[in-house]
């Protein structure tokens, strides 16, 4: 037995001399492997995305140094490194960014008083997915196509969750006219204007960029829609999205057409101009009308925001028709957002939703191509010169790369 345990034991030492042996081996040849992290994002200097074109370590963006309701005044242009996206995070290589009138309160801000300069700015954003962390990477990959409404939007790289990014087929502009005007339009008219078949709606700046869709969802209610514009060209505009009665403000006296032809005043009015339209969208309501303020673009570049109303007659003028006002911010909707734009996609995808956009194609300036031309876009949009929804395209589209 002590023959036996011994023979055993010299075995059992050359085994694991052995064991031991490839065990170094292996530990060796670990530590000359790098260490490496399972998704490597350290591009401080470079990295290669999807289209294997080297993405920088600085880029472009906008950032609000001075609070002001001149864009030009509180925003300028600064070079900053390429943001990192955390383990949730998708990097987004911005293609187009979308101009909102709400751009110039943020910088002058009016939305969080807490707000202190510097901030970056722009709403809304689309383009292709070049980075992301571990957890982003079991819902995205580098290569797919988003579109996205987060602060910071204007700049050549935004980070932004991966849970908020909305899978799009590719990076087209139209979608950006749904992010915010649209989903402004939808759940107002759908929450607040309780539309009724039969109806007549008045839309106010109805070829803008959130009008549009206004008049369109009001016809899909069956309602009788009535649209003021600036141009003739605009007035055929809103007759192709079935607008029923365009009325051209500088060619038509807009309080003396609805007197005339709408007796009985309007039952819901899609009001976002303020100052004397809204004074004149209280004296035309209808016997239990309903007034959406969904803004006061009027006012947006004085010092105090707003343009002077008759305050004073509001109360007596709806306690005379049962009527009301009532507000719309799209923040305090957000439980609505999904489904409203899951609702306009699927209309788009079927033909049914006109997405006007306009990107300066008309403008003596030319089109707005770059974070530069956001300036230029944001004066074209309050000059009131705008066919729809504004938009700048950050990097024209090359095909020789797909």
Same mark, same amino acid.
């Given at each position: 037995?002590?023959?036996?345990?011994?023979?055993?034991?010299?075995?059992?030492?050359?085994?694991?001399?052995?064991?031991?042996?490839?065990?170094?081996?292996?530990?060796?040849?670990?530590?000359?492997?790098?260490?490496?992290?399972?998704?490597?994002?350290?591009?401080?200097?470079?990295?290669?995305?999807?289209?294997?074109?080297?993405?920088?370590?600085?880029?472009?963006?906008?950032?609000?140094?001075?609070?002001?309701?001149?864009?030009?005044?509180?925003?300028?242009?600064?070079?900053?490194?390429?943001?990192?996206?955390?383990?949730?995070?998708?990097?987004?290589?911005?293609?187009?960014?979308?101009?909102?009138?709400?751009?110039?309160?943020?910088? +002058?801000?009016?939305?969080? #008083?807490?707000?202190?300069?510097?901030? =970056? $700015?722009?709403? %809304?954003? *689309? @383009?292709?997915? !070049?980075?992301?962390?571990?957890?982003?990477?079991?819902?995205?990959?580098?290569?797919?196509?988003?579109?996205?409404?987060?602060?910071?939007?204007?700049?050549?790289?935004?980070?932004?969750?991966?849970?908020?990014?909305?899978?799009?087929?590719?990076?087209?502009?139209?979608?950006?006219?749904?992010?915010?005007?649209?989903?402004?339009?939808?759940?107002?008219?759908?929450?607040?204007?309780?539309?009724?078949?039969?109806?007549?709606?008045?839309?106010?700046?109805?070829?803008?960029?959130?009008?549009?869709?206004?008049?369109?969802?009001?016809?899909?209610?069956?309602?009788?829609?009535?649209?003021?514009?600036?141009?003739?060209?605009?007035?055929?505009?809103?007759?192709?999205?079935?607008?029923?009665?365009?009325?051209?403000?500088?060619?038509?006296?807009? +309080?003396?057409?609805?007197? #005339?032809?709408?007796?009985?005043?309007? =039952? $819901?009015?899609? %009001?976002? *101009? @303020?100052?004397? !339209?809204?004074?004149?969208?209280?004296?035309?309501?209808?016997?239990?009308?309903?007034?959406?303020?969904?803004?006061?673009?009027?006012?947006?570049?004085?010092?105090?925001?707003?343009?002077?109303?008759?305050?004073?007659?509001?109360?007596?003028?709806?306690?005379?028709?049962?009527?009301?006002?009532?507000?719309?911010?799209?923040?305090?909707?957000?439980?609505?957002?999904?489904?409203?734009?899951?609702?306009?996609?699927?209309?788009?995808?079927?033909?049914?939703?006109?997405?006007?956009?306009?990107?300066?194609?008309?403008?003596?300036?030319?089109?707005?191509?770059?974070?530069?031309?956001?300036?230029?876009?944001?004066?074209?949009?309050?000059?009131?010169?705008?066919?729809?929804?504004?938009?700048?395209?950050?990097?024209?589209?090359?095909?020789?790369?797909?």
């Amino acid at each position: 037995m002590r023959l036996l345990n011994a023979g055993m034991s010299r075995l059992l030492l050359r085994l694991l001399a052995s064991q031991l042996t490839r065990s170094e081996a292996k530990l060796q040849w670990f530590r000359s492997v790098p260490n490496r992290s399972i998704i490597d994002l350290s591009y401080s200097t470079h990295f290669m995305d999807f289209k294997r074109s080297s993405i920088p370590s600085s880029m472009k963006k906008l950032v609000a140094t001075k609070l002001s309701q001149n864009f030009r005044e509180a925003v300028s242009l600064q070079t900053a490194p390429v943001p990192t996206p955390g383990d949730g995070d998708l990097l987004i290589r911005n293609r187009y960014v979308g101009i909102n009138a709400s751009d110039i309160n943020y910088s +002058a801000g009016r939305y969080d #008083r807490s707000m202190t300069p510097p901030f =970056d $700015v722009g709403f %809304e954003g *689309v @383009g292709e997915v !070049v980075g992301l962390g571990l957890s982003a990477s079991s819902r995205f990959t580098v290569g797919d196509t988003v579109a996205y409404m987060r602060a910071g939007a204007f700049a050549e790289y935004t980070v932004i969750s991966a849970k908020t990014a909305i899978p799009v087929p590719s990076a087209q502009p139209e979608l950006l006219a749904l992010l915010v005007s649209g989903a402004t339009a939808h759940i107002a008219l759908h929450q607040l204007g309780e539309l009724k078949q039969g109806e007549t709606v008045l839309v106010t700046a109805a070829a803008g960029g959130t009008g549009q869709f206004a008049i369109q969802f009001a016809k899909m209610a069956s309602c009788h829609v009535v649209g003021t514009c600036s141009s003739d060209e605009k007035v055929e505009f809103l007759k192709t999205i079935g607008c029923d009665r365009p009325i051209n403000y500088k060619a038509e006296d807009l +309080a003396a057409t609805l007197r #005339r032809e709408y007796p009985l005043g309007v =039952d $819901v009015v899609y %009001e976002s *101009v @303020g100052g004397s !339209v809204f004074d004149l969208a209280v004296n035309n309501l209808a016997t239990r009308g309903r007034l959406l303020v969904i803004g006061f673009i009027s006012g947006y570049q004085s010092a105090s925001g707003l343009q002077p109303v008759r305050g004073s007659t509001i109360p007596a003028k709806l306690l005379q028709k049962s009527a009301s006002i009532r507000s719309f911010f799209l923040h305090h909707f957000l439980p609505d957002y999904s489904e409203s734009l899951r609702s306009m996609l699927e209309l788009l995808t079927a033909g049914r939703l006109v997405c006007k956009v306009d990107a300066g194609e008309r403008d003596v300036g030319g089109r707005f191509v770059g974070l530069e031309s956001v300036y230029r876009a944001v004066e074209y949009m309050y000059a009131g010169n705008n066919l729809g929804k504004v938009v700048v395209e950050l990097e024209p589209q090359n095909d020789s790369k797909l």
